[in-house]
């Protein structure tokens, strides 16, 4: 425990190939969201990143798409959206 008990936290990822987002934990949203991404850049061979032997191009370009990072306000020792 920090002891901190208001302020802002930024969560950073530190993986190129990561991403973060803040919302409400509803499985319907989180399907949307993972098939959104899917459309937008689907896992398949077809990317130049892949021509380097390299299978996660589809991860990378989502990760752009969701941001690696974010910021979360602290009210009270608790998190508040």
Avoid: K, W
Wanted: proline share 5%; with cysteine.
């Amino acid at each position: 425990m920090s002891g901190i008990r208001d302020g802002i936290i930024l969560i950073s990822l530190l993986h190129s190939n990561s991403a973060l987002f803040v919302n409400d934990e509803e499985p319907g949203l989180l399907q949307d969201v993972a098939q959104c991404a899917d459309r937008i850049a689907p896992f398949g061979p077809s990317y130049h990143h892949s021509a380097r032997s390299e299978s996660n191009a589809g991860a990378h370009l989502p990760s752009l798409l969701l941001n690696h990072q974010a910021f979360v306000s602290l009210t009270d020792g608790g998190s508040s959206n």
